[in-house]
């Protein structure tokens, strides 16, 4: 469609299609492209798989059975990406995939961040904050992600993988809450609480996570622990995440 809004004979209907749980990043996700829709004259349905990805192709499935001219597809991954985005394109249905894994459909635009670019700035964040705060490399830090979720995690990890060869950073823990059906803050919050136990000041100085999605267990076990040595770094962002810079500049970098 061009800025005059649905082509003649289309019914002016587009599907965004997310993997990801609900969040305040989810939120913004489908509120920015309801708001574009719109604009350019379209109807916009929004569909979360909360973190699912066998919700995630009933969803893929349910959607090419309905009247859609476009499809916003968001993390789908390998093992059925591919199949039915190819389906949808046959129909006639045009498609964007925003870090989706899997083959890419030929004709399909695939976008994506550039993860490692984001870890790298992260990562050093917390390291350099980390140093004012006495730590010497390799760093010592928890990582919060859940691997083999979604591909930006897994890109991300890899990115932390290689600070750990060159001896920027040693993991003492990794924690992996649950994405799907779970109450992922409170796993964070008593993983962290457990941690903070076991390694006092001066042998622990970072919380790094893959998603901002993640801090709030985190950041809420330090405050309760009374812990002003350990700094937090985090990949995505969001209001909750623009107001806590507001508020607390020491905690987050």
């Given at each position: 469609?061009?800025?005059?809004?649905?082509?003649?004979?289309s019914s002016?209907?587009?599907?965004?299609?997310?993997?990801?749980?609900?969040s305040?990043?989810?939120t913004?996700?489908?509120?920015?492209?309801?708001a574009?829709?719109?604009?350019?004259?379209?109807?916009?349905?929004t569909?979360?798989?909360?973190?699912?990805?066998?919700?995630?192709?009933?969803?893929?499935?349910?959607?090419?059975?309905?009247?859609?001219?476009?499809?916003?597809?968001?993390?789908a991954?390998?093992?059925?990406?591919?199949?039915?985005?190819?389906?949808?394109?046959?129909?006639g249905v045009?498609?964007?995939?925003?870090?989706c894994?899997?083959e890419?459909?030929?004709?399909?635009?695939?976008?994506?961040?550039?993860?490692?670019?984001?870890?790298?700035?992260?990562?050093?964040?917390?390291?350099?904050?980390a140093?004012?705060?006495?730590?010497?490399?390799?760093v010592?830090?928890?990582?919060?992600?859940?691997?083999?979720?979604?591909?930006?995690?897994d890109t991300?990890h890899?990115?932390?993988?290689?600070?750990?060869a060159?001896?920027?950073?040693?993991?003492?823990?990794l924690?992996?809450?649950s994405?799907?059906?779970?109450?992922?803050?409170?796993?964070i919050?008593?993983?962290?609480?457990?941690a903070?136990?076991?390694?006092?000041?001066g042998?622990?100085?970072?919380?790094?996570?893959?998603?901002?999605?993640?801090?709030d267990?985190a950041i809420?076990?330090v405050?309760?622990a009374?812990?002003d040595?350990?700094v937090?770094?985090?990949?995505?962002?969001?209001?909750?995440?623009?107001q806590?810079?507001?508020?607390?500049?020491?905690?987050?970098?």
């Amino acid at each position: 469609a061009d800025e005059g809004g649905a082509e003649p004979g289309s019914s002016g209907r587009i599907a965004v299609i997310r993997q990801l749980a609900s969040s305040d990043h989810t939120t913004q996700f489908f509120a920015g492209c309801i708001a574009e829709g719109e604009a350019l004259g379209y109807t916009v349905d929004t569909f979360m798989a909360d973190g699912d990805d066998i919700q995630m192709q009933n969803l893929m499935e349910q959607a090419l059975n309905q009247d859609y001219d476009i499809w916003i597809v968001s993390h789908a991954n390998e093992g059925y990406q591919y199949d039915l985005v190819s389906r949808a394109v046959e129909q006639g249905v045009k498609v964007v995939g925003f870090d989706c894994g899997g083959e890419h459909v030929p004709g399909v635009t695939y976008t994506s961040q550039n993860d490692a670019s984001l870890s790298a700035i992260s990562l050093d964040a917390m390291i350099e904050a980390a140093k004012e705060k006495g730590a010497t490399e390799p760093v010592k830090f928890i990582e919060i992600n859940t691997l083999g979720a979604i591909v930006p995690f897994d890109t991300r990890h890899a990115a932390i993988e290689e600070y750990i060869a060159e001896g920027k950073l040693e993991r003492v823990s990794l924690i992996s809450p649950s994405l799907t059906g779970g109450d992922s803050y409170s796993e964070i919050n008593t993983a962290i609480s457990t941690a903070l136990t076991q390694y006092p000041e001066g042998e622990l100085y970072g919380i790094w996570t893959a998603s901002s999605s993640f801090l709030d267990g985190a950041i809420d076990a330090v405050h309760e622990a009374g812990r002003d040595d350990i700094v937090f770094s985090a990949i995505d962002i969001s209001d909750t995440e623009v107001q806590r810079l507001v508020e607390e500049p020491q905690y987050v970098c």
